[in-house]
C-alpha cells in the first residue's frame, strides 16, 4: 500500500490546464455549432469564440489545478493522503 502524501500543484496546474486547452480545441466546433444553430454567426465571430473558449478553458483548467492540488495538501497533512495498492507487472 503506498500513499500520495503532496501533490505539485503547479505541475498539476500545468498539466491540467494543457488537458482543458486539448479538450476545448476537440469540443469547440460542437459548441459553436450549437452556438450558431439559433442564427447566423459570422466568420469573425467565429473565430473569434473558439479562441475565446480555447482561452478559457485552458486558463480554467490551470487555475482549477492549482486550486485542487493546494486543497489536496492542505487535506491530506491533516487528515492522511490517498491510499493505493500498486503492482508491478
Same mark, same amino acid.
Given at each position: 500500500?503506498?500513499? /500520495?502524501?503532496?501533490?505539485?500543484?503547479?505541475?498539476?496546474?500545468?498539466?491540467?490546464?494543457?488537458?482543458?486547452? =486539448?479538450?476545448?480545441?476537440?469540443?469547440?466546433?460542437? #459548441?459553436?455549432?450549437?452556438?450558431?444553430?439559433?442564427?447566423? /454567426?459570422?466568420?469573425?465571430?467565429?473565430? +473569434? @469564440? #473558439?479562441?475565446? +473558449? +480555447?482561452?478559457?478553458?485552458? =486558463?480554467?483548467?490551470? =487555475?482549477?489545478?492549482?486550486? #485542487?492540488?493546494? /486543497?489536496?495538501?492542505? #487535506?491530506?497533512?491533516?487528515?492522511?493522503? /490517498?491510499? @493505493?495498492?500498486?503492482?508491478?507487472?
Amino acid at each position: 500500500m503506498v500513499q /500520495i502524501k503532496s501533490l505539485n500543484s503547479t505541475s498539476l496546474a500545468k498539466v491540467l490546464g494543457l488537458m482543458y486547452l =486539448i479538450l476545448a480545441v476537440i469540443f469547440s466546433p460542437f #459548441i459553436l455549432l450549437m452556438a450558431s444553430a439559433g442564427g447566423q /454567426i459570422g466568420l469573425t465571430e467565429s473565430v +473569434i @469564440m #473558439i479562441l475565446a +473558449i +480555447i482561452l478559457f478553458y485552458g =486558463i480554467a483548467g490551470g =487555475i482549477g489545478g492549482f486550486l #485542487i492540488g493546494a /486543497i489536496y495538501n492542505f #487535506i491530506a497533512k491533516r487528515f492522511g493522503g /490517498i491510499e @493505493m495498492e500498486l503492482e508491478t507487472a
